[in-house]
């Protein structure tokens, strides 16, 4: 009888700690999710969060809304993460890596840490900028590119999207690498940028391939190599600079960001679930449209390409003397 006792006790116990566990994780979420883009509509990062966000609701039961907060290079959108208090899993940033890597470089206020203050949740995807020339230049291939410039120092401009952008960056790194003169002409974004190419008015660009691929189809630009570590499925022919340049690599990527405090059945539950949201098939081919590569990796190997970035960004921020104000 009392060997009959202990068992029926143990049972008890094993059958209860579920329950007891289940009880404390809250049903999640419980109310509809917020992710802020710190861009207005219309560029990458909101693009791939409108279509994460479309699947997601299908997935978790509960609307996913995007707010775009531009301003402040991400620090308006981080203040308005902050706002969207308790930090309870219903409000994530989607963003690039530049407002952790680049606006601390230009802004003082971005006293925001990773780790610290934001959480790595997922990497949605990674996309390509482009070295882009004007015909006029007579410049075909990269390795043209590169002795063109070489053969006159400091005769050629290049056009980016404004001072402290990836595209600017990106150009810094390979003249620093490759010891190039060029001149740099900023712009208030690819809007800006993309027409001063077309038109002549610069001699190269840096540029995301959707921005130039109707020009270029029409013969009006020239695509010489991407910034990523290797060839995009979307333009095979086009070279990495990384085939020149070992270990060369500012591509875009494209996660999810929560607050510090934010539970983590939270961002277990996203980062699964957006695991599967870039495996769908539609979303694979629209993104792969846009030149986005899908990627889906969880808030460790994130937080490893964030550092990534953020070192690859100081050292570029540096040579091309970016100032914090």
Do not use: C
Request: hydrophobic share 40%.
């Amino acid at each position: 009888m009392h060997r009959r006792v202990l068992s029926a006790l143990a049972l008890a116990t094993l059958v209860a700690t579920p329950l007891t566990v289940q009880a404390q994780t809250p049903a999640y979420p419980s109310k509809p999710i917020k992710l802020i883009v710190p861009y207005a509509p219309g560029g990458l990062p909101d693009t791939v969060a409108r279509e994460v966000a479309q699947r997601l609701t299908e997935r978790v039961g509960q609307s996913v809304v995007v707010d775009n907060r531009p301003g402040g290079n991400g620090v308006v959108a981080y203040q308005s993460l902050l706002q969207s208090s308790p930090a309870d899993g219903h409000a994530f940033i989607v963003s690039d890596g530049s407002m952790l890597s680049i606006t601390p470089l230009l802004n003082k206020s971005a006293n925001y840490q990773v780790g610290k203050d934001i959480l790595p949740v997922a990497l949605i995807a990674r996309s390509p900028l482009f070295i882009v020339a004007h015909p006029k230049v007579n410049v075909n291939t990269f390795e043209e590119f590169i002795s063109t410039v070489k053969a006159k120092p400091g005769a050629y401009t290049y056009g980016s999207s404004g001072i402290g952008s990836t595209h600017q960056l990106t150009m810094e790194a390979l003249k620093h690498a490759l010891n190039l003169d060029l001149r740099h002409v900023p712009y208030r974004g690819s809007g800006q940028s993309t027409p001063a190419l077309v038109g002549g008015q610069v001699e190269f660009s840096v540029a995301a391939l959707p921005s130039m691929l109707g020009f270029y189809n029409n013969g009006q630009v020239k695509l010489l190599a991407s910034n990523a570590s290797t060839r995009s499925s979307q333009a095979p022919t086009v070279p990495a600079i990384a085939e020149t340049v070992p270990g060369f690599d500012f591509s875009v990527a494209i996660g999810v960001m929560a607050a510090a405090g934010t539970p983590q059945y939270a961002i277990d539950r996203i980062s699964k679930e957006i695991a599967e949201v870039v495996k769908n098939p539609d979303l694979t081919r629209k993104f792969q449209t846009a030149v986005i590569d899908p990627v889906g990796a969880g808030p460790v190997e994130y937080g490893k390409v964030i550092a990534r970035e953020n070192e690859a960004m100081a050292k570029a921020g540096k040579i091309a003397d970016l100032k914090a104000e």
